[in-house]
């Protein structure tokens, strides 16, 4: 019987089987992904703030728009100005994405330049709240 983590590939006709990391088939990405804490990058108003901190970095991220992939990112070595990229998602780093998606544990990528960066793992992300949104004391 193969660990939950494993899943085989068998050749047609009984040949040999590759063991790889379950996390590396899609079935094994969507379980992997589906109950991690994070943050649907679409759901933060345009112009809000994310702070998504990394093992190396810490990240600042501001949707541009409603329903766009559109957006400025400041941090990391590759940013440390703001710039306009493209979000793609959160995955392991692979071939899989939860596009538009900044969860725990996984790594954001964005495209710029026509190149994909992927940064270190994300291990915390929060909507810092706009000044305007703040409730004032009566």
Do not use: H
Not at 18 to 46: H, N, W, Y
Not at 83 to 98: D, H, I, M, P, Q
């Amino acid at each position: 019987m193969r660990p939950r983590n494993e899943s085989a590939i068998v050749a047609s006709g009984g040949g040999t089987s590759t063991v790889v990391s379950k996390q590396c088939t899609l079935e094994g990405f969507v379980d992997a992904v589906s109950d991690r804490d994070g943050i649907l990058l679409r759901e933060v108003e345009p112009l809000g703030t994310v702070l998504a901190r990394t093992e190396n970095s810490v990240y600042r991220v501001i949707p541009l728009e409603a329903g766009s992939s559109r957006i400025l990112i400041q941090g990391g070595r590759f940013f440390p100005e703001p710039t306009e990229v493209r979000f793609a998602g959160s995955g392991f780093g692979g071939s899989f994405l939860k596009l538009g998606w900044i969860g725990l544990g996984l790594r954001m990528e964005v495209v710029w330049g026509g190149q994909r960066i992927v940064t270190s793992r994300i291990r915390a992300v929060q909507v810092e709240q706009p000044a305007s949104a703040a409730v004032k004391p009566s």
